[in-house]
């Protein structure tokens, strides 16, 4: 069975550009949730998505925004790109939202540099 | 104080070896703990699951004390394979949901 998918593998933009990623939840999973990971840092949560409907948010600017689409994808977008949004971002699925007990699966990442 | 905190390391020890990484958090509504592993520039990867009975799966051993908020994950007969860093994860309610919160990770290097 496939995993989390991420697309693309990098991606270089400029500052003051615009990015969109790509996340494929695990076939039957629902929900979806994105994390930023610094060099050095463990990740950071910045959304999670679940049945198409924004269900939490981490502290980070309104900058960043998502959604889910019918079929469980999921798109991360970052407008007005600041050098400090160079990282690995992180797409994990899991079945439900009930996260207190669920398992979040990660995909490879997104590794976004910001020149 | 940081909500998720781990030993800073690295650490750097010979196979065969027995490592002990130390874990705290500061939220005490937290449900439900991990250990996960992250490989350099790799995603990470669910290594276990910590309950309050503790648990072991082979050469790991992981321990949770709710009261005093510490988690533990002991790995024993060390192997190179097991060179990565190790986060400490925490499912805590946040804004509208569980979040998972990650601690800094430690890093072990397994010499041979």
């Known amino acids: 069975d496939a995993g989390v998918t991420q697309s693309p593998t990098h991606l270089i933009k400029t500052r003051g550009q615009q990015v969109t990623l790509r996340c494929s939840p695990i076939?039957?999973?629902?929900?979806v949730s994105w994390y930023q990971q610094v060099l050095g840092q463990g990740p950071q949560f910045i959304f999670q998505y679940y049945e198409k409907e924004e269900r939490g948010r981490g502290n980070f600017p309104d900058r960043f925004s998502a959604r889910q689409f019918p079929n469980y994808s999921s798109e991360l977008n970052v407008n007005a790109l600041l050098l400090g949004d160079s990282a690995l971002y992180l797409c994990?699925?899991?079945?439900?939202?009930?996260?207190?007990?669920?398992?979040?699966?990660f995909g490879p990442g997104t590794r976004l540099t910001v020149l | 104080r940081k909500e998720v905190e781990q030993d800073p390391g690295p650490f750097n020890v010979p196979e065969g070896a027995t490592v002990a990484f130390n874990c705290t958090y500061s939220n005490s509504a937290s449900q439900s703990f991990f250990w996960y592993r992250q490989d350099c520039r790799k995603e990470p990867k669910l290594l276990m699951s910590v309950y309050s009975s503790g648990n072991e799966d082979g050469r790991f051993t992981a321990q949770l004390n709710r009261a005093s908020q510490y988690i533990s994950l002991l790995i024993r007969d060390s192997k190179l394979s097991d060179s990565a860093t190790y986060l400490c994860v925490v499912n805590s309610p946040g804004a509208g949901s569980y979040q998972l919160t990650f601690g800094k990770g430690t890093k072990l290097s397994v010499i041979p």
């Open positions: 076939s039957g999973h629902k929900s």
């Open positions: 994990a699925s899991s079945f439900t939202r009930e996260e207190s007990t669920d398992t979040q699966y």
